[in-house]
């Protein structure tokens, strides 16, 4: 009976863990523009959120299937943030655009689409 008590406590443990991982952002500065930033949530490992802002940045080409995708991909769903910051010349002067992101969760593969679905000003900047 302890067994079996001390084995819930600890998936409950690790779960509580991985809700965590997965709802912090991970923020990119955006090439050699100190005014472009993109946070991407919901996604728990860092290569795949660097692949997800290098794609929404449009500084590579993916390929759409790794070998383990021959049947089908493995996909989880994120949000990416980008923000540009004095975009706009009067206030306010930032403009975030926020992406869906569906990704394949593979290491092997590097299938990511994108829909954006918000484009404001915003007064992150002076």
């Given at each position: 009976m302890k067994v079996k008590?001390?084995?819930?406590?600890?998936?409950?443990?690790?779960?509580?863990?991985?809700t965590l991982a997965q709802m912090s952002g991970m923020s990119f500065a955006v090439g050699d523009e100190p005014n472009v930033e993109i946070v991407v949530s919901g996604v728990a490992d860092e290569q795949k959120a660097q692949l997800i802002t290098d794609?929404?940045?449009?500084?590579?080409?993916?390929?759409?299937?790794?070998?383990?995708?021959?049947?089908?991909?493995?996909?989880?769903?994120?949000r990416a943030i980008e923000t540009t910051h004095r975009y706009y010349s009067t206030a306010p002067k930032?403009?975030?655009i926020t992406?869906?992101?569906v990704y394949c969760t593979r290491s092997s593969c590097n299938y990511i689409t994108y829909?954006?679905?918000?484009?404001?000003?915003?007064?992150?900047?002076a």
């Open positions: 008590k001390m084995f819930s406590k600890t998936l409950a443990i690790l779960m509580a863990i991985c794609t929404i940045n449009g500084e590579i080409i993916i390929s759409p299937f790794g070998i383990a995708c021959i049947f089908g991909h493995t996909t989880a769903k994120g930032c403009r975030q992406y869906d992101v829909t954006q679905i918000s484009n404001v000003r915003v007064s992150c900047c």
